[in-house]
């Protein structure tokens, strides 16, 4: 009897076990179970929504588009020999394929795999013809998958190029958007995928006739830029034609409200075709990387300018106010700074000396900000601090940098370091960030955020601000002055620009080799940065050009280009307040005194 009690207890035992395992796999495991035999049925395919598109600021031309495109495709491992060798035949002659890619194609159909693309981008039109050829010859195995594929239609400035590419970016085979816009503002454009479900065949593959949406996906919206289209083509010839001319690196320029922060155009040159993308990461990736927004570099004189802020500041200096311009100054631990020309022009006033670009007055204007070094230190970088350097601008498009600023407060600045800060040495700093930093100094001390969406999806945007960073009183003085530079005789050749308004400043600053730890042999970057206006005292435009490391002629102590930065400000400039449309119209009081500016 207590035998059969154990061989009872013992069956109780295991039918709860098993009771419980049940349970488990039917409670617990429930979920994971039916997903997985799902998945054994059924095929899930995440489908992307169709791309928003990228307007220009008028809503009317169209940057950037999604389109369909279609691929062939086929099951190598249906396929027989003969098959095959029919197909490869057929498509060498619908496709116009040379010998090389028909033994590509050949090699595919031979892997025996069971998916196979043999053509990609097609349009849907001649997906259709040669499907109907393919019927008409009994060629088996062709088939054919659909997917969006995003183009750039607007050509560029430059050969092989399409518009704006640096600005805009492209969007990869993944669907993700890289670079720009496209990158900034992916998960606006991209909106959200559709979930289709379809069965599958013996051989795991998905029916296309079984599909059905599990889950409904959201459009992209689209995207206005504040870029005129117009304006963007001329100002990407000019670029090119100062780097071909010139034989520089690169050489780009931005145009920008200096009230709303609105960039109008925006160009570098060597550009590239988003359009062909692929081809360009694998000759040559860094034309992908915008220069205006990206890259650093030594600014040279176009600083002096936050220099003369400092001054004006803090009552240390005013525009008449007279220093000796000694061609070099000697400084402690036995070290100098000169002038460019290293001559001495004597005495003369700060005004004067900013339009003859004396390194030496800049440098006496620096030192002389404070009683000691380290509050003379602090009080120039609070100027480029406040003005927006060594911190991103925030503009909307991907791979912004910060720069590179030296804080005294962290590294103690030397009499030297100071000097060379005063005219834009042993800082860097990116295109973007002088422009708006002009910006400010010319609009009343205001800092705008510069941007370059003007709506999304209709709704349009307000123009950021980075707040009031200068007294509005110090405005039309550094107005007055940057009017004064253009004018010296150094540049008003260059610079001038009959009816309008036009200051600015100029800086040359040699590259530093980094590798070799000397300064290159005449090789330079070239800056123009200032306004254009209709009218007195209202700055309609800021400008600001680059030409990236060219190597220019000397002619006494003069360094000559065959498109020197002041010229492509000046082209930069005039294309930019002749576009129609761009700016509102002058009361007839403002226009009388335009006509007479020069």
Known sequence: MGRLLVVLVAFVLIASALVLRLGYWQIVERDRLVDGARRQIYALTEVPSQRGQIYDRSGLVVLAASVTRDRLITSASDLGPTAREQLASFLATELELDPVDVEDLRAKLDSGKPYVILARDLPPERTDEIVAAAEAQGIAGLAVESESARTYPQPGGGPDSSLAAQLIGFVNRDGDGQYGVEQHYDEILAGTPSVVEADRDTSGH???????????????????????????????????????????????????????????????????????????????????????????????????????????????????????????????????????????????????????????????????????????????????????????????????????????????????????????????????????????????GILVQPHVVASIDGRELDAPSRGQVMDPSLSPMLDGLLVHVLKSPWYVHDAKVKGYVIGGKTGTAQVWDAEHQRWEPNLYNFSCVGFIARRNGHPDLVVAVRISEARPVRAGGDLILPINATELFRRVATDSIGTPGLLPPLPPDATRVARTAW
């Open 206 to 444: 998905a029916l296309v006739e079984t599909e059905r949406t599990v889950e409904g996906g959201v459009r992209g919206v689209d995207i206005r830029l504040t870029i005129d289209a117009g304006l963007q083509l001329a100002i990407e010839q000019e670029v090119m034609a100062a780097q071909v001319a010139s034989g520089a690196a690169s050489v780009s320029a931005v145009v920008l409200d200096p009230y709303t922060g609105e960039i109008y155009a925006e160009a570098s040159y060597p550009s590239y075709d988003a359009n062909h993308y692929a081809t360009v990461a694998d000759e040559d990736p860094g034309r992908f990387v915008d220069p205006v927004v990206s890259y650093v570099y030594e600014p040279g004189s176009v600083f002096k300018m936050m220099t003369v802020v400092a001054g004006l500041e803090t009552g240390t200096t005013t525009l008449t106010t007279e220093y000796r311009d000694s061609g070099r100054l000697k400084l402690a631990g036995d070290t100098k700074v000169e002038d460019a020309d290293r001559r001495a022009m004597g005495v003369m006033t700060l005004e004067d000396a900013i339009a003859y670009s004396r390194n030496v007055v800049a440098a006496r204007v620096a030192l002389g900000l404070a009683p000691d070094l380290d509050t003379a230190s602090s009080t120039l970088h609070e100027v480029w601090r406040r003005l927006g350097f060594g911190a991103p601008t925030g503009i909307d498009v991907a791979g912004e940098v910060r720069g590179l600023v030296n804080d005294p407060a962290i590294s103690r600045w030397r009499e030297i370091d100071l000097a060379n800060g005063s005219f834009g040495q042993g800082v860097a700093v990116t295109q973007i960030q002088l422009a708006t930093a002009y910006a400010a100094m010319v609009n009343g």
